[in-house]
């Protein structure tokens, strides 16, 4: 039978008005605000089933966009992506995958690479248009860098250690010890490409003989065995003695600052039952002018209190649990996505938002931002510090009671 055969129309149409009616009277209470209203407690049954085609394992990756609260609200660009799902670029010493605005249309401030360095894999010599903010995740490396004063730097980092090159600085990169490293490489701009990058060997191979002779004062035959193909990511062998590596390259000075920075070492600027955050911004990690970073820890059940950051958009990575994150703009919009390890997110400036922490270990993720100096404004702070009767009156509720708000700016708050 055709399913839009007339009798059907008219009696879909039918049931339809039937429902609005019998539904629409839950419309605007408290926790369902919205007219018509909107979420599985404002439908039924035979309406809210899916009869498919359908995907049951990405179904279940994602709750609340199978059923959004009733609460979210109108359109809003995908906040979430993943590392999970960007294709790697395996070769021999490591790998890498990368989620730049070319996949992800919001992600214009920053984009995110996730890369591995086997033991003695080297990510070979290069420089690019971005600069460069990384947060080890695990095991080890040693990084090398030149600023444009020729002082060189070469440093050993480990687990919530960071490195920061700034535009065009070039560098290297290199797994140590028995299991090399992985880490995360934030570019302060959104269609900066790991494959994008200006390769050491690309350029020697791409210069006439002569000219490199000339260059570099050694004759041409130096040159003859060089790689005629670049070689991006490569097996190298495990270098020597940290000690050794600087004293070859300390003859032009050492640079003003540190290019790397322990974020795992610093003093949390917040610590209560419910977890932590520690920072590290231009102020603390003085080479770090055009990013700052914070890493939240949320114990089970507990939430980063509703906030936005006026100065920056927020580009997440997901470093292990589980958890849900909301994002509101003006229209009204809200929208609510569920993150899993390895998840990226995104949070336009001046949007507001919340995390939850819906599983049973401690939610751990990394937020970076596009500025030298990190700010946020927290919803209850302002809240307990505007005139109490004036908040009383946009909220319709009694004085005393807008005077009980949490006024300790907590940062995270208990479940
Ligand atoms: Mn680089
Ligand atoms: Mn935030």
Redesign the pocket.
């Known amino acids: 039978m055709n399913p839009f055969s007339r009798r059907t129309v008219l009696s879909l149409g039918a049931a339809g008005g039937a429902a609005m009616t019998a539904f629409g009277a839950r419309a605007a209470t408290f926790g369902n605000p919205d007219q018509p209203p909107e979420g599985a407690i404002n439908s039924n049954a035979a309406s809210l089933r899916e009869p498919g085609p359908k995907n049951a394992a990405l179904d279940a990756q994602f709750p609340d966009v199978q059923s959004p609260p009733p609460t979210d609200i109108g359109d809003m660009p995908q906040f979430w992506s993943s590392f999970n799902i960007m294709p790697k670029r395996i070769q021999g010493g490591g790998w890498a995958r990368q989620v730049t605005q070319a996949d992800f249309a919001i992600s214009e401030a920053v984009s995110g690479v996730n890369m591995r360095l086997g033991p003695g894999g080297i990510r070979e010599l290069h420089w690019h248009l971005a600069a460069e903010w990384a947060i080890v995740t695990n095991g080890a490396c040693r990084v090398t860098v030149l600023d444009p004063d020729g002082h060189a730097s070469v440093q050993d980092v480990g687990v919530g250690d960071l490195w920061y090159f700034p535009a065009g600085y070039p560098h290297s990169l290199q797994g140590l010890g028995e299991d090399g490293c992985e880490f995360v490489i934030v570019f302060d701009e959104g269609r900066q490409s790991e494959y994008n990058t200006l390769l050491v060997t690309d350029w020697i191979a791409h210069t006439p003989p002569a000219i490199l002779a000339e260059n570099f004062g050694v004759p041409e035959n130096t040159f003859k065995s060089i790689p005629l193909n670049d070689l991006w990511i490569f097996q190298g062998k495990e270098p020597g003695p940290l000690a050794q590596d600087q004293a070859a390259v300390a003859s032009g000075g050492a640079p003003e600052n540190p290019f790397t920075f322990s974020l795992g070492a610093t003093k949390p600027i917040v610590r209560n039952k419910s977890g932590t955050l520690r920072l590290a911004d231009s102020r603390t990690f003085k080479v770090s002018t055009t990013i700052a970073a914070a890493i939240e820890t949320i114990e089970p059940g507990g939430v980063r209190e509703m906030?936005w950051?006026p100065n920056a958009d927020?580009w997440q990575y997901w470093i292990k649990g589980e958890g849900r994150m909301t994002v509101f703009d003006a229209g009204p919009r809200s929208k609510t996505a569920d993150f899993k390890a390895g998840d990226v997110g995104y949070?336009k400036r001046s949007q507001g938002?919340f995390v939850k922490n819906t599983g049973t270990g401690d939610l751990q993720f990394l937020?970076v931002f596009k500025t030298p100096i990190y700010q946020?404004i927290s919803l209850s702070d302002w809240l307990s510090h505007t005139p109490p009767a004036l908040v009383a009156q946009h909220l319709n509720m009694r004085v005393e009671d807008v005077m009980k708000f949490v006024n300790t700016r907590p940062g995270i708050v208990p479940g």
């Open positions: 906030h950051h927020e949070v938002h937020a946020e």
